[in-house]
């Protein structure tokens, strides 16, 4: 499959080259490729061997990704890719996170968009592994998604520089952004990626006007003290406290032992994250008590049922043309968009 030009890259010294697609900045001297494995130099020439090879394609809930606010109840046709700019030690999918060599295909955009359409799909998510490493093809298969009326899904830890955060999020129609610790330390030092790199990325995507959707990994001895998810919420809530924000239980995976994480200190601390946001959810507990649905912000009625990944949308209503549903009991608006 041809190569495009890539972008984020410019010439070194000695053949080196410099990638500024993310945070890291890596120098990459010939015969070498990036932090992230898949942007390579040849003989001091950019290359991106990855370009299209997809090691995963899925159909997914939209409510797996996670997303509870874009298109409750359907389905996305879901591409994973391969490498990542972090490596953080509880990850779960490693296998095509932290190495380069997971079986795949290759895949040329023609055939994603076909795939899409053949399956009835309205939207295609980028997700799994870390799609923004693979920027060119994002940019590729978005815009023509766009072209065929299909909508872009991006699920990604939010670690990019500015020029490529802005050229993908453009496309982007609906994200769900890791926002992993509110500590520097813990990003450089434990996730290796750059925590400021993320904040400016979930503003970039409020900015834009994007469905945008926020996860956090609730790790136990990581980030689960009060003040650490106090200061993400207080963070959240200061671009709008209509961003959902998810706090999902972190299992045992990859290289990390601690324990599960408790679900009551999980139901608490989105207790507590309450009073700040209007949408906490939680994942990967077996009782919610509540959690998972969404409410109307006016009158309380329930507007979508959730139970684990199945959705029962049952209280809101679309005007014609609108972007936006409303409340099906009282008619105000609601956050949830089509
Ligand atoms: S995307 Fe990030 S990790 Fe990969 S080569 Fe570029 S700067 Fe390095
Ligand atoms: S950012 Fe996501 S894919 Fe990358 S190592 Fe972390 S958990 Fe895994």
């Not at 299209?52 to 389905?75: N, Q, V």
């Not at 879901?78 to 953080?88: E, M």
């Not at 996170?97 to 939207?123: C, D, H, L, N, W």
């Not at 939680?282 to 969404?294: A, H, K, L, Q, V």
Request: aromatic share 8%.
């Amino acid at each position: 499959m041809a190569e495009p030009q890539p972008r984020y890259v410019t010439p070194a010294p000695n053949r080196g080259l410099r990638c500024s697609l993310c945070p890291h900045g890596c120098r990459i001297t010939p015969g070498r490729a990036g932090l992230c494995r898949v942007r390579r130099n040849q003989d001091g020439e950019a290359r991106l061997p990855y370009y299209g090879y997809i090691t995963a394609l899925a159909e997914d809930p939209l409510e797996k990704k996670p997303l509870y606010h874009f298109r409750p109840g359907e389905g996305v046709l879901s591409l994973g890719f391969t490498g990542c700019n972090l490596r953080c030690p509880f990850c779960q999918n490693w296998r095509i996170s932290q190495s380069a060599g997971a079986p795949g295909r290759y895949m040329p955009v023609e055939a994603v968009i076909a795939a899409a359409k053949a399956g009835g799909f309205r939207q295609i998510a980028y997700t799994y592994s870390e799609p923004l490493v693979h920027g060119e093809f994002l940019l590729d298969c978005m815009a023509a998604a766009h072209e065929s009326g299909i909508a872009n899904v991006l699920v990604s830890n939010g670690c990019a520089g500015p020029d490529a955060a802005r050229d993908i999020l453009s496309l982007t129609d609906a994200a769900n952004i890791d926002l992993k610790a509110f500590s520097p330390e813990t990003y450089a030092r434990v996730l290796g990626g750059d925590l400021n790199a993320v904040l400016d990325c979930i503003r970039a995507a409020r900015a834009l006007g994007i469905l945008l959707e926020v996860t956090t990994l609730i790790v136990p001895g990581l980030n689960d003290g009060e003040a650490e998810t106090a200061a993400c919420a207080d963070f959240l809530a200061g671009l709008s406290p209509e961003i959902p924000w998810h706090l999902s239980a972190y299992h045992p995976d990859y290289c990390h032992n601690a324990p599960p994480t408790d679900p009551q200190a999980l139901l608490k601390a989105a207790q507590s994250a309450r009073r700040r946001l209007r949408y906490v959810y939680t994942g990967n507990i077996p009782c919610s008590r509540g959690f998972e649905d969404t409410p109307c912000a006016f009158c309380g009625a329930l507007l979508v049922r959730r139970r684990g990944f199945r959705a029962a949308v049952q209280g809101i209503r679309r005007e014609a043309g609108a972007k936006n549903y409303v409340c099906a009991a009282c008619g105000r608006p609601t956050p949830i968009r089509s």
